[in-house]
T-cell receptor, first 117, second 112 residues
Framework: EAQVTQNPRYLITVTGKKLTVTCSQNMNHEYMSWYRQDPGLGLRQIYYSMNVEVTDKGDVPEGYKVSRKEKRNFPLILESPSPNQTSLYFC????????????????FGPGTRLTVL | DQQVKQNSPSLSVQEGRISILNCDYTNSMFDYFLWYKKYPAEGPTFLISISSIKDKNEDGRFTVFLNKSAKHLSLHIVPSQPGDSAVYFCAAGYGGYQKVTFGTGTKLQVIP
């Protein structure tokens, strides 16, 4: 089954304790991305990756790190979490298509609800 | 700066009637637009998309209209069904996937 998986699904942690949220996709997609969803703000892009070893900042990258050492995995790292990073996080993946003939879409994971105390 | 705006946080529609969800954008570089649907405790799922070279795209009960001059797109659901009750996100991008901007979402409730 084609899917994007995230772990953990729920996490409660304390300020300053480093954590990693894993993301894995089995569709051989080049593109992967991380979003956070907050009330009234919708989905905001944190980081994205066009392929292995190629990553770039989205709209809200502060306080986050990512790495893309393998095509299937794209972990999100919070080196020193703070309460304002309490949010619902989504990982997504997609493949490139010809613009104008096929429109780009992304496949989302089930989400990780993070609480930082 | 919210480049993609969904000004209606919620919408209620009777089953069988038309649901119209609206989305406005400010960045004229956007060249593709998408709608995603999200149920509670799940990730968003792709619903329908449209390229800027078109003004309409249809897929079953779902139709997306794009008005480039007004920087406005809308999603029509006809007829609406209770299973359509979800949060709908509008999204826009350019240059491939590089940066995709999502709206704040509209919660649709279809009343049986």
């Amino acid at each position: 089954e084609a899917q994007v998986t995230q772990n953990p699904r729920y996490l409660i942690t304390v300020t300053g304790k480093k954590l990693t949220v894993t993301c894995s996709q089995n569709m051989n997609h080049e593109y992967m991305s991380w979003y956070r969803q907050d009330p009234g703000l919708g989905l905001r892009q944190i980081y994205y990756s066009m392929n292995v070893e190629v990553t770039d900042k989205g709209d809200v990258p502060e306080g986050y790190k990512v790495s893309r050492k393998e095509k299937r995995n794209f972990p999100l790292i919070l080196e020193s979490p703070s309460p304002n990073q309490t949010s619902l996080y989504f990982c997504a993946s997609g493949e490139f298509r010809d613009r104008g003939r096929k429109t780009d879409t992304q496949y989302f994971g089930p989400g990780t609800r993070l609480t930082v105390l | 700066d919210q480049q993609v705006k969904q000004n209606s946080p919620s919408l209620s529609v009777q089953e069988g009637r038309i649901s119209i969800l609206n989305c406005d954008y400010t960045n004229s570089m956007f060249d593709y637009f998408l709608w995603y649907k999200k149920y509670p405790a799940e990730g968003p799922t792709f619903l329908i998309s449209i390229s800027s070279i078109k003004d309409k795209n249809e897929d079953g009960r779902f139709t997306v209209f794009l008005n480039k001059s007004a920087k406005h797109l809308s999603l029509h659901i006809v007829p609406s069904q209770p299973g359509d009750s979800a949060v709908y996100f509008c999204a826009a991008g350019y240059g491939g996937y590089q940066k995709v901007t999502f709206g704040t979402g509209t919660k649709l409730q279809v009343i049986p």
